[in-house]
């Protein structure tokens, strides 16, 4: 007859999700190699306090973080559990479906190449106005939120390195800084300006 792990759950509360944790394993009579050996256990009778402590822990919460899964939008209670549900069926069909509809826009007929452009889309007055039923009667720039009266200005926006950086994902900083100066600006011509200006030369 193997281990009866009943015996220790009805005396501790055990948290399945976090492990690192070592006891006395002849004290209660644990295998070396059981799950339970390695988990946060709490006796029931006097130390709940310690329980919930331990449930509102950054480390507790982190760890449930980690078991939770995005695709199926379902929380898992242990790594054994999560292990199960990763090769699940349900699972990888819907990690198939993500792969293939999450990240395309019905309403604009636009597909991105990643979460974050799809997320950077969304945001977009166009994206806006399609959901809300309003059509644009012009030309419109998915990746950086512009709109262009004529084909012809929309052409020659596309060529910009602004337009192929937002299509790349790439996203270049709005403002400057130099910690050591504690000086910050929006224009890069002004920072350079300032790493060649005597007061910045003298902190070095």
């Not at 054994?80 to 990240?103: F, Q, S």
């Not at 084909?151 to 926006?157: L, M, Q």
């Not at 994902?169 to 060649?196: A, N, R």
């Amino acid at each position: 007859m193997g281990f009866d792990g009943s015996r220790i759950s009805n005396k501790y509360n055990i948290c399945h999700c976090c492990t690192g944790y070592e006891y006395i394993i002849e004290e209660l009579g644990i295998p070396e190699d059981h799950k339970f050996y390695d988990r946060p256990k709490f006796k029931r009778d006097t130390e709940m306090h310690l329980f919930q402590e331990h449930s509102n822990s950054e480390e507790h919460i982190d760890n449930l973080k980690s078991l939770y899964c995005e695709d199926c939008k379902y929380q898992c209670g242990s790594p054994e559990h999560y292990d199960v549900h990763l090769d699940n069926k349900e699972h990888k069909r819907n990690v198939k479906y993500n792969k293939n509809h999450n990240l395309k826009c019905e309403c604009c007929d636009y597909t991105a190449g990643n979460k974050g452009l799809l997320e950077q889309h969304n945001k977009t007055q166009k994206h806006k106005d399609r959901e809300n039923g309003i059509e644009i009667n012009s030309y419109y720039c998915d990746y950086c939120d512009l709109h262009f009266p004529h084909r012809s200005k929309f052409e020659i926006h596309k060529q910009t390195q602004k337009h192929k950086d937002c299509e790349a994902g790439i996203v270049k900083p709005t403002s400057w800084e130099c910690e050591e100066c504690k000086y910050k600006t929006d224009f890069k011509h002004h920072y350079e300006q300032h790493l060649k200006s005597k007061k910045h030369l003298s902190k070095k």
